[in-house]
C-alpha cells in the first residue's frame, strides 16, 4: 500500500442548512412548514453559534479539513440586498479553521436557495444563472486563503429535488419526499413512474456551474469543482446497456460536467443495482441503514474507480459515511470504505482527500432519525458528545492513514 503524501485532505463535512439552525429566509425553511409529515430543521445543532467548538472537536481530535458551507439565503436574504455582517460571520467561520489548523473545503451551495430564489423560478428560471453568478462574485470576498471550492452539492440530487417538486405540483405525488431518505423516496418515485432525473435539468446544472467556475477562478486562488452523488450502480445480468443508459443521466453527465475543472467531489453511501427497468430499489434486509439503504461500504471504492475513469481529475472524497445508531458498525463501515479508496489510489487513482459525512449528528432534509455523526448532539443542550469513531478516524487523520494501514496487514 502506498505512503499517502504528507498534504492529504483527513477531515469531515456539514451543510449549513442541517446544522446551523434557523435558515429562515431559505427554500427549505419554507418547505418544512409546508410540507405535511417532514420535520422542522428549527435551531438545527446551533452550529451557527457553536462552529468553533465543532472545529476544535474535529481538529484535537487529529484532523486537517473542515468542508462546510455558506449559505446563500443569508448572504442574500433579497435579492441584491447583501448582508455585510453575514459575509464577515462565514470569514470568521474560515479564520477560525485556519487557525486550528483545517484546511477550509468550501461548499457554495448545498440544497438551499434564498426562498426568493425559489419564488422566481428556481435553477430553471431564466433569471437563474445572473443571480448565481451575482452570489458567487460576492461570496469570492471572503474566499481569501481558501484553496478547495466546490460551487454546488450534488447537481445530481438537486435535479431529482426538482423532479420530485415537479409531480408534487402537478399532483403526481401525494406527499413531498425527502431527497436523501433512499427507502420513501424510492417507493414513491417507482409509485410515480418517475424517471431518473432527466437530462434537460442535468445540462442546465452543468450550465450554471460552467457560468461560475471562472468567477471563482478569477477572484480567488482556490481550485474549483463541484461534488456529485455517486450511486455505484453495477448491471443485473443481461443489462449492461441499460447500466450505460442510466449511469449517464443519474451520474456521468454530471461526471462530464466536471471537464475543465481542478478537482471533483466524490459522494458515496451505497450501490445499487441496474436491471431493465431501471434503478433496482434497495432489498429489505436486516443490514440495512437508517434511511433504508443497503450497508455497502464497498460503494466508495467503486464510485472512486468510476469518477477517477471517467474525469481523471484530483479527487476529494467530500462525503462518505453511514446512517447508524450504532458507532461500532461506523467504524466498521468506514475501515471498509477506506480499504476500497486505498486500493483505487494503489491502482492509480489521484485521491487527495478523505471527509466523512458528517462531523455532527444533524438534520437529514425532513428527518432527525438518521444519525451520520462522528460527534452526537444533544438537541435541547447542544452538548457535544464525540463518539468512539471521531477518535478512531481521528488517529486515522494523525497518522496519515498509518494507522490503518497497520490495522488492515495485522
Ligand atoms: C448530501 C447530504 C446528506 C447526505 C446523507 C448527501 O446526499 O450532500 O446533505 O445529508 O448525503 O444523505
Redesign the pocket.
Known amino acids: 500500500m502506498n505512503h499517502l503524501p504528507a498534504s492529504f485532505l483527513w477531515g469531515a463535512?456539514t451543510?449549513p442548512h442541517?446544522i446551523e439552525g434557523n435558515n429562515i429566509n431559505s427554500d427549505w425553511w419554507a418547505r418544512e412548514a409546508m410540507m405535511p409529515g417532514m420535520e422542522p430543521s428549527g435551531d438545527a445543532v446551533d452550529s451557527y453559534h457553536r462552529y468553533r467548538e465543532d472545529m476544535e472537536l474535529l481538529a484535537h481530535a487529529g484532523f486537517n479539513a473542515y468542508r462546510f458551507g455558506i449559505e446563500w439565503a443569508r448572504i442574500e436574504p433579497r435579492p441584491g440586498q447583501i448582508s455585510r455582517a453575514e459575509l464577515a460571520h462565514y470569514r470568521r467561520m474560515i479564520d477560525t479553521a485556519l487557525e486550528l489548523g483545517l484546511e477550509p473545503v468550501i461548499t457554495l451551495q448545498?440544497?438551499t436557495t434564498p426562498a426568493w430564489f425559489a419564488a422566481e423560478g428556481g435553477w430553471l428560471s431564466d433569471r437563474a444563472i445572473d443571480r448565481f453568478q451575482s452570489f458567487v462574485t460576492t461570496a469570492t470576498q471572503i474566499l481569501g486563503g481558501v484553496n478547495w471550492v466546490a460551487t454546488m452539492?450534488?447537481p445530481n440530487?438537486q435535479a431529482m429535488t426538482i423532479m420530485i417538486q415537479e409531480a408534487y405540483q402537478s399532483g403526481h405525488l401525494a406527499e413531498w419526499q425527502s431527497?436523501?431518505?433512499?427507502g420513501e423516496a424510492q417507493r414513491e418515485r417507482i409509485a410515480a413512474n418517475l424517471p431518473v432525473p432527466e437530462p434537460r435539468i442535468g445540462h442546465r446544472m452543468v450550465e450554471l456551474h460552467h457560468a461560475v467556475r471562472d468567477i471563482v477562478r478569477e477572484h480567488t486562488d482556490a481550485k474549483v469543482g463541484w461534488?456529485i452523488?455517486n450511486p455505484a450502480l453495477t448491471p443485473t445480468p443481461g443489462n449492461e446497456d441499460k447500466l450505460v443508459e442510466v449511469r449517464y443521466a443519474q451520474e456521468d453527465l454530471y461526471l462530464q460536467g466536471s471537464r475543465g475543472d481542478d478537482w471533483v467531489g466524490v459522494?458515496s453511501?451505497s450501490s445499487q443495482q441496474v436491471d431493465q427497468n431501471g434503478i433496482v430499489p434497495h432489498p429489505e434486509h436486516p443490514d440495512n441503514t437508517q434511511?433504508g439503504a443497503a450497508y455497502r461500504p464497498d460503494a466508495l471504492e467503486m464510485a472512486v474507480r468510476h469518477t477517477w475513469e471517467v474525469t481523471k481529475l484530483p479527487i476529494l472524497v467530500t462525503?462518505n459515511?453511514i446512517?447508524t445508531g450504532d458507532d461500532d458498525r461506523r467504524i466498521a463501515y468506514t475501515t471498509e470504505a477506506l480499504r476500497g479508496m486505498m486500493a483505487a489510489i494503489d491502482d492509480g487513482a489521484d485521491v487527495r482527500g478523505y471527509l466523512h459525512?458528517?462531523l455532527l449528528d444533524?438534520y437529514?432534509?425532513g428527518h432527525w432519525h438518521?444519525t451520520?455523526g462522528l460527534i452526537a448532539v444533544d438537541r435541547e443542550t447542544f452538548e457535544r458528545k464525540p463518539k468512539p469513531s471521531l477518535t478512531w478516524l481521528g488517529d486515522i487523520a494523525h497518522t496519515n492513514g498509518a494507522s490503518l494501514t497497520e490495522a488492515l496487514t495485522s
Request: avoid cysteine; glycine fraction near 4%; proline fraction near 11%.
Open positions: 463535512s451543510a442541517q448545498h440544497f452539492n450534488e440530487m431527497p436523501t431518505v433512499d461534488t452523488a459522494q453511501y434511511t462525503e459515511g446512517p459525512w458528517s444533524n437529514e432534509w438518521p451520520f
